[in-house]
């Protein structure tokens, strides 16, 4: 069928077209029809001069915003833009009702759901891509699965996940009774809406894959398609185009403004300071130190917090040797690797030398093969040992087969969005117990002190003492105190440091420090919290204390920055830059954002892109 036709049998999905041409959405049959007459419904947010606190907490203690005036008109398009400790999730988590407003907004926090009356949980849906809930489990969930044989439980398609395995049955969800012919009239116009939506965001050739099989990139669209489809009123997505490969990102953004712009949904989105604002937004909501300052785009544009945000970058120096050519020991070697899936061809004849001290940006597409290429290297390929005839794959000098994985997990340290998601939360594991299990790559706290039992089991005092040493050293150096310097510095790191040195550390009131009372978590205090009551943030940053604690000699940076404010950011490049990883070992970084490396070409960094399956040093 021609778009035109389908288009005209089932009504549009008004937003794939350009609004100028067509405004009115959800015309098919069965769903809302909105008229925009009475004020409040010209209204979609309004906060009026109110604190937000924590449920649980009273009107005394510090509210996590304070004194905030926001009001979204229909017609405005917005972004939270976020610096530091997740205030900008924490802020899009009130819009949520994640979060107690004080005094509670009269009429509402979203007038336009008011008449006729609808429920804000059924209207509102928030899509975010940090890591794995805590309420998804404590057990260990096994990233390497989607590498080999898909089991019976991982083998729902994309399509299926959709909607429904028996969709095909026209039946409804749970139950066998057929669908009415208003239900089928909206589930055929659903999936046009889903093909046309699968074709622009590159997932069509996707469609039949099993879930797991999914790319990082490929599944963050799916989810977007997913939330779309579920027609909420009002769309929350915390940081879209985390992940997303530099062609992805004008289509997805071009598709959310189309959205945005008939309403179906309205579409608010989560940015960090450092991401570009896409050119369509007319306003920000900036989110800093327990404020918020709402404004039309040009209005925020010209304070100075988001300035320094930017400047930041261009003002960091490095201590990175010059170019080591071919001089380090070879701690990664790969001639004509190869990786395939029946007959998709993922990874074609790779050829890659790794040596000692060097830097490289492992580069291409989502879907490109990234991953699949760092999981050969890491050993959870199970096409890791199946490399014959002339391919040849060599890890610290051992042909793979030769190498256990136990040992190739001490010798590399990995930070990924995988690993993230997969990382086991049990309610009574402590950051420390988290950084120690580093030293030797396990999943599992272990060995007195907490610092692991060393490769054969028994661990020497005197490396123990050392390796208990180094977590505070990691602490230190990535901890609470280093985000607060890297805040409070913005670049005069000394005098920050020094202005700590002074104040009395201690915790107080959960995550968020207020502005004009400066409170810093010691070290001991951050090394003694659960791990899974941090934030997304924290957690990843604790995750890459893991992967530089034991000095690995091969360190993977695969989206490293996922999910930590801009404080965290700085004062990880920072470390990353000056000593945080030595002069011999190696270090890959994958990332979308060639900005988001820690080094430059300048600073002898090397570059690896992977292109249809092909790997290309540039
Ligand atoms: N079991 C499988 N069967 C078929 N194809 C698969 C399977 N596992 C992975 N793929 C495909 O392999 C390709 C490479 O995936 P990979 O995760 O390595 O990409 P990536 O470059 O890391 O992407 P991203 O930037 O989105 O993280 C993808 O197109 C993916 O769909």
């Not at 729902?156 to 208003?182: A, H, W």
């Not at 123990?464 to 990691?474: D, G, I, K, M, T």
Request: aromatic share 8%; proline share 6%.
């Amino acid at each position: 069928m021609s778009q035109s036709r389908f288009w005209s049998r089932h009504g549009r999905w008004n937003a794939l077209i350009p609004s100028s041409e067509y405004r009115r959405p959800w015309q098919h049959a069965g769903t809302l029809k909105r008229s925009y007459t009475s004020p409040a419904k010209n209204i979609l947010v309004h906060i009026p001069k109110c604190n937000i606190y924590r449920f649980g907490d009273s009107n005394i203690s510090p509210p996590v915003f304070r004194n905030v005036n926001w009001t979204m008109k229909e017609g405005e398009s917005w972004a939270v833009i976020g610096r530091g400790f997740n205030q900008k999730t924490a802020l899009l988590q009130t819009l949520r009702g994640h979060m107690r407003i004080a005094p509670p907004p009269p009429g509402g926090l979203f007038p336009f759901l008011s008449d006729p009356p609808r429920d804000a949980h059924a209207a509102i849906s928030f899509v975010s891509f940090a890591h794995r809930p805590s309420s998804a489990g404590s057990a260990f969930y096994d990233y390497t699965a989607r590498y080999g044989a898909v089991r019976e439980e991982d083998r729902i398609t994309l399509r299926e996940s959709m909607f429904g395995e028996y969709d095909f049955l026209n039946l409804r969800p749970k139950g066998q009774v057929s669908k009415t012919p208003e239900e089928l009239a909206i589930d055929e116009a659903k999936k046009g809406i889903f093909d046309e939506l699968s074709a622009r965001l590159g997932l069509s050739s996707l469609l039949d894959l099993p879930l797991v099989a999914l790319s990082n990139g490929q599944t963050r669209r799916a989810r977007i398609v997913k939330a779309i489809l579920a027609q909420p009123e009002l769309l929350l997505l915390d940081e879209p185009l985390t992940g997303l490969d530099i062609n992805s990102r004008p289509t997805l953004l071009s598709v959310l403004q189309s959205l945005h712009e008939a309403r179906c949904p309205r579409i608010i989105i989560g940015l960090r300071v450092q991401d570009p604002i896409p050119d369509w937004i007319s306003h920000l909501a900036l989110v800093s130190d327990g404020k918020v300052l709402t404004g039309t785009k040009d209005e925020i544009l010209e304070t100075q917090e988001l300035h320094t945000a930017h400047q930041d970058k261009a003002t960091a120096t490095t201590t990175l040797a010059k170019r080591t050519e071919d001089e380090g020991k070879a701690v990664v070697v790969l001639r004509n690797v190869n990786v395939s899936y029946g007959e998709r061809k993922v990874l074609k004849s790779i050829n890659w030398t790794i040596r000692e001290g060097q830097r490289w940006h492992l580069q291409g597409a989502n879907g490109s093969g990234k991953t699949t290429l760092l999981s050969l290297l890491t050993g959870d390929h199970p096409q890791s040992y199946t490399q014959r005839n002339d391919a040849h794959l060599e890890l610290f000098a051992h042909l793979r087969p030769r190498i256990p994985t136990p040992h190739l997990r001490a010798l590399i340290g990995i930070v990924s969005p995988e690993l993230a998601n997969a990382y086991p939360r049990r309610a009574q594991t402590t950051v420390w117990d988290v950084v120690g299990t580093g030293f030797d790559g396990t999943f599992v706290p272990g060995g007195k002190d907490g610092v692991g039992r060393g490769m054969d089991g028994s661990l020497p005092d005197a490396v123990r003492r050392w390796r208990v040493a180094r977590v505070w050293e990691v602490l230190a150096a990535l901890g609470p105190r280093a985000w607060a310097s890297a805040n409070a510095n913005e670049g005069e790191d000394e005098d920050a440091e020094q202005a700590l040195a002074g104040q009395t550390l201690e915790r107080k009131h959960g995550r968020w420090s207020q502005s004009g009372d400066a409170v810093v978590e010691t070290d001991e205090g951050f090394a003694r919290r659960a791990f899974v009551d941090l934030s997304p943030g924290e957690q990843s940053v604790v995750l890459l204390m893991r992967a530089l604690v034991g000095h690995p000699q091969l360190v993977f940076l695969d989206e490293v920055w996922a999910g930590m404010g801009d404080h965290m950011v700085r004062a990880a490049r920072r470390y990353l830059r000056e000593g945080g990883v030595r002069h011999d070992q190696a270090v890959v970084v994958v990332s979308h954002w060639e900005e988001e490396v820690p080094w430059t070409i300048q600073d002898g960094l090397y570059r690896f892109r992977l292109q249809d399956g092909i790997g290309t040093q540039l």
